[in-house]
């Protein structure tokens, strides 16, 4: 059984300074609340994030999840049907020791977690669905290419690659009203605007969004055959590339 959900109030005190965001152990223990109130529709990406992996998982194959944070992702995959071995990537010691102490007592399928930063490079082999959800976003603007590429090269043919993105339109007015209706979202989930606003702040120069059509000319330069979005609110999306 999990343990309860921790609530985020990481940004409720307005007087103290504001740093940048961090993976942290503060952050890892009300990781899950935060997801649940600051992703539109997160439970439904998640769905299809395992029903597209199930289509695209092949046995004898890697199942690898690019910013695993606490597992979540790997263990509704543990239902695949196919042969497949999990790797969860994350650059934060905090997020990897708790997905470890989820995943030992509950995954049916091997697994392997491995603490590494995207923005040092990435080498992969033998992957069939590489999974980013909300990393690439963190991946400093410099290494976003190189990265995609790396992801690439490590896909078997006919693999996928499913990226989870904040994303930003080039209409500015679209680009606002998107950006206030998503504040609108955070509000209504116990969000304040004093801590909506000090969050905004921390993550400035720590997220950094391209636009939707961005990432999509990034995934075909990398030399993905195809893209398609299949999921889209607001300044959020999921897209599918194919190798």
């Not at 997220?207 to 607001?234: C, H, Q, S």
Request: glycine share 4%.
């Amino acid at each position: 059984m999990d343990p309860p959900m921790v609530k985020d109030k990481l940004y409720d005190n307005d007087t103290a300074p504001i740093a940048d965001f961090r993976f942290d152990e503060n952050t890892a223990a009300v990781f899950d609340d935060m997801l649940e109130r600051s992703v539109p529709f997160y439970a439904e990406m998640q769905r299809q994030i395992a029903e597209l992996a199930a289509d695209f998982a092949t046995d004898g194959s890697l199942i690898v999840d690019l910013g695993c944070s606490l597992g979540k992702t790997i263990q509704r995959l543990d239902s695949l049907a196919q042969d497949v071995r999990f790797v969860g990537i994350d650059a934060s010691d905090a997020m990897l020791a708790r997905a470890d102490a989820a995943l030992a007592s509950s995954m049916r399928h091997p697994y392997e977690l491995r603490r590494a930063d995207l923005n040092d490079g990435l080498r992969l082999d033998n992957a069939s669905v590489v999974i980013m959800s909300l990393t690439l976003q963190f991946v400093r603007p410099l290494y976003r290419q190189r990265v995609l590429a790396e992801i690439y090269a490590g896909l078997n043919p006919d693999g996928c690659l499913l990226l989870i993105e904040k994303v930003g339109v080039e209409e500015s007015l679209l680009n606002r009203l998107y950006i206030d209706h998503y504040y609108d979202f955070k509000r209504r989930n116990g969000y304040s605007r004093t801590e909506i606003a000090r969050k905004r702040e921390a993550l400035e120069n720590v997220l950094i969004p391209y636009r939707l059509t961005e990432n999509e000319e990034m995934l075909r330069n990398a030399g993905f055959r195809a893209v398609d979005a299949f999921f889209k609110w607001y300044n959020f999306a999921g897209l599918i590339a194919l190798k």
